[in-house]
C-alpha cells in the first residue's frame, strides 16, 4: 500500500532548499506508484540562460541511456532476433578484429564484464586488448557499449537513434526523448547556450552509453514499464524478459550490496533490492533513477548541475517516504573524483 504522503504532500519547499544547499540550478523529479506517474516536478532554471524550466525542457541523460538501450536489446531478444551469447564477433563480423574479444556476447556487455576499461585512452584503431578476460568479473565501460551498439546497427541495418526510437521511445510513448545529436561537418556535436543537443546538423551522431535526452516524466515511463510490464506486454518487453533484464549477474567489487543486471544496477535495501542507474556528470548534468519492485514505487530525478548527485539519495528517501532506507549506490559514485569502474572503492 502506498502511503497517503508519497501521493499527497507538496515536496516544493524542500526540493528547493535541497538544490539551494548545492549548486543546482534546476531539477526535473518524477514519482511513479502502482503504474502511474503520482507526482511530478520541475523547479529552476536552465544553466546558462537562466530560462525557466518546463516540463518538456531536455536534460542531458548521459548513463541513464544504457538502461533504455538494454531495454531495446532485450527486445531484440524476445522476438528472437539476437541471441545474447553469441560472440558479437559472429553477428556482426569486423567492428572489433582483435581474437582477444572473439567471445564477448551482448549478456556481458549489458552486465559489465567484456573486460574494456569504461573509455579507451587511444583513438580507436579496430584492434582492442581488455583488462580482464571477458566474463570474469565487473568493470563499467562505455566502451562496451558502443561496441554491442556498432555490432547491433550492422545486424539490423539501422542507426541506433532510429532504432530506439522505433523499438523503445514511440511504443513507450517517451514522446519528447531522443538519441541523435546533431553534429556539423567537422563531426563537432552542436549544443545550445544550455548544453542541450540540437536536434539537426550535417548528421545525427548516437550513443548508446551517453547520448539520450529526455524529461523526467518520459523517463519515468521506461522504469512504469519495468515496474509493470502487463501494461505493456503488446509492443515491449513482458515479464519474463524484465525478471530475465532484472537477474542479478555479478557483483561490483568490493560493494557487497551492490550487483549488476542486464543494464540496471541492483542495490540490496533495507526496503528489498532496487534497481537503479545514474548518470554522471555530463555538459552540468547529473542524473538518477531507482526502482523498487517490492513496493512497486519509483523516481526519477534529473539536475543541470555538477552536484546533483550530492542531494539524489536525500531526494529519493524524501519523495519516496523512505526516510530510514539508504541507498548503497551513492557509496559507490560519490564523491565522484574517487569513483573507480571496477568497483574497487
Request: proline share 6%; glycine share 8%.
Amino acid at each position: 500500500m502506498v502511503s497517503d504522503r508519497l501521493l499527497r504532500v507538496n515536496h516544493t519547499d524542500a526540493l528547493r532548499a535541497l538544490m539551494a544547499s548545492r549548486t543546482i540550478p534546476g531539477l526535473a523529479l518524477a514519482v511513479i506508484a502502482n503504474g502511474q506517474i503520482v507526482q511530478h516536478y520541475v523547479l529552476g532554471i536552465t544553466q546558462q540562460t537562466a530560462t525557466p524550466l518546463t516540463e518538456s525542457s531536455l536534460f542531458q541523460a548521459a548513463s541513464l541511456s544504457k538502461p533504455l538501450f538494454a531495454y531495446g536489446v532485450l527486445r531484440l531478444w524476445q522476438q528472437g532476433v539476437l541471441d545474447l551469447d553469441i560472440p558479437l564477433t559472429v553477428l556482426a563480423p569486423g567492428v572489433y578484429t582483435d581474437s582477444n574479444i572473439a567471445d564477448i556476447t551482448a549478456r556481458q556487455v549489458l552486465s559489465h564484464t567484456t573486460g574494456f576499461p569504461n573509455w579507451w585512452e587511444t583513438p580507436d584503431t579496430g584492434s582492442r586488448l581488455p583488462l580482464a578476460t571477458p566474463g570474469t568479473r565487473f568493470g563499467y565501460s562505455g566502451e562496451g557499449y558502443e561496441y554491442l551498439q556498432r555490432a547491433i546497427e550492422r545486424m539490423i541495418g539501422q542507426p541506433l537513434h532510429v532504432f530506439l526510437h522505433q523499438t523503445v521511445l514511440a511504443p513507450l510513448r517517451m514522446q519528447v526523448s531522443r538519441f541523435g545529436w546533431g553534429v556539423d561537418a567537422a563531426g563537432i556535436a552542436l549544443l545550445d547556450a544550455d548544453g542541450i543537443a540540437m536536434p539537426h546538423g550535417d548528421r545525427m551522431i548516437a550513443s548508446a552509453a551517453w547520448s539520450l535526452l529526455t524529461t523526467a516524466t518520459d523517463y519515468a515511463r521506461l522504469l512504469i514499464a519495468i515496474l509493470h510490464p502487463a501494461a505493456h506486454i503488446q509492443h515491449n518487453l513482458n515479464a519474463a524478459s524484465i525478471a530475465a533484464m532484472l537477474t542479478p549477474l555479478v557483483s561490483v567489487g568490493q560493494h557487497t550490496s551492490l550487483m549488476w543486471s542486464m543494464g540496471w544496477g541492483l542495490q540490496q535495501t533495507a526496503a528489498g533490492l532496487s534497481f537503479w542507474h545514474w548518470g554522471d556528470p555530463q555538459n552540468g548534468y547529473a542524473s538518477y533513477a531507482v526502482g523498487f519492485p517490492d513496493q512497486q514505487i519509483g523516481v526519477v530525478v534529473l539536475t543541470n548541475g555538477e552536484e546533483g548527485h550530492s542531494v539524489c539519495e536525500a531526494i529519493a528517501q524524501l519523495v519516496l517516504d523512505m526516510p530510514e532506507v539508504a541507498h548503497p549506490a551513492f557509496r559507490w559514485i560519490l564523491p565522484t573524483e574517487e569513483w573507480r569502474p571496477d568497483g574497487s572503492r
